[in-house]
């Protein structure tokens, strides 16, 4: 039987309505099982809606934690989250982006691959979280240090992507009770399958959808959920601190699932190291030094290489050069043209 014509999980007299989803679950290692993709996209819709007890929430994020999600199961809790975001229909942009890792050994590099990808031509639509793993640094932290506005709803989103090519949405601002729950990692101690579900939401439906994981064993995860949902495109790195960012020390492993003529084709390519030593990380990150590379006061040969070949990823998956080489050398190209007064008049980058 296929999902489409899947039943849902019948009630016990008496018992609440999202308790048969905690019991599939938690049965044991014979009797449990995973959610088809209708019964999770209903136990997400009852999550997102309020209607389930704050205990059986922690439950099934930590018996879904320690069983591990499967694609259907994640295509499922994208369906009721996407069906809650009332995210505007014709809002078109080419790369969906997210960032909810964090950075901590090196620099939110990325943020200046965005800049440069914008001043490609290319739309890009960013959504992300912060503060929910100590100690790092988010997306948000960097783009208010150099004056550049988060949206906080869709017609600011519409009217920026417009002007400038890029917007930062918020989590909370896009689907609030999915923002709930990512905060929720400090008081259960482990990541729970909001952090993927998250990352795979594309709530604008760009054709291209970059991922970023810290752990390579959730690349095929996030490859089989983009195939059943219908994205044209994913491409999934390990990212450094497990963000779309480039390491440019090491060999880039690309895990991508993509719409063919004759269906969905999954594949590996890689792209070589740029150095061969790996370079020593910061003893601190400093904004203030990212905002000196940036206008060319300070060289930070690892700096720039992983925001040129963090951008010549994203070039090459939006199909704006046929191969790494050319992806390449155009992503240097407009790191060698930026505006480099561009951020002259934000004060906190000032020096």
């Known amino acids: 039987m296929s999902d489409e014509h899947a039943s849902l999980p019948e009630t016990k ?22 959610l088809n993709r209708v019964e999770a996209r209903h136990a997400m819709g009852m999550i997102l809606a309020g209607e389930v007890e704050d205990v059986q929430l922690g439950a099934f994020l930590m018996l879904m934690r320690v069983k591990e999600e499967s694609p259907e199961e994640l295509a499922g809790f ?15 942009v080419d790369i969906d982006w997210s960032s909810y890792a964090g950075k901590r050994r090196h620099a939110p590099w990325f943020f200046f691959s965005l800049l ?17 793993t100590p100690e ?7 783009m208010e240090a150099f004056g550049f506005p988060v949206a906080h709803d869709w017609e600011t989103a519409a009217r920026q992507l417009d002007e400038t090519n890029l917007s930062y949405m918020h989590l909370r601002d896009v689907a609030p009770r999915l923002a709930e729950m ?49 994205y044209e495109r994913v491409a999934v790195i390990r990212g450094e601190g497990g963000e779309i960012e480039r390491n440019p020390d090491n060999v880039m492993k690309v895990f991508r699932a993509r719409r063919d003529v004759d269906g969905f084709v999954t594949e590996e390519d890689s792209w070589s190291a740029l150095f061969p030593q790996r370079h020593v990380k910061p003893e601190k990150i400093d904004v203030t030094d990212m905002a000196r590379v940036w206008r060319g006061d300070l060289s930070d040969e690892y ?12 070039l090459y998956e939006a199909g704006r050069a046929e191969s790494q080489d050319a992806a390449l050398a155009r992503a240097e190209a407009l790191w060698n043209e930026r505006d480099r007064q561009k951020f002259d008049s934000a004060l906190a980058v000032r020096g």
């Open 13 to 34: 007299p008496g018992e609440h309505p999202f308790a048969p989803y905690v019991r599939i679950l938690g049965r044991g290692k014979r009797g449990s099982r995973s």
């Open 78 to 92: 994208v369906d009721a989250v996407r069906a809650q975001a009332n995210a505007p229909e014709g809002l078109a």
């Open 116 to 132: 440069l990808l914008a001043e490609a031509g290319l739309r890009v639509f960013v959504h992300g979280a912060e503060g929910h």
């Open 136 to 142: 790092r640094i988010y997306l948000t932290t960097v």
């Open 182 to 230: 990512i905060e929720l990692r400090p008081i259960l101690g482990l990541r729970s399958p909001v952090h993927s579900l998250s990352r795979l939401i594309n709530p604008l439906s760009a054709p291209v959808v970059m991922q970023g994981i810290f752990h390579p064993p959730y690349a095929g995860l996030h490859q089989g959920a983009g195939e059943l949902l219908g």
């Open 303 to 314: 700096g720039e290489a992983a925001v040129i070949s963090t951008a010549a990823l994203a």
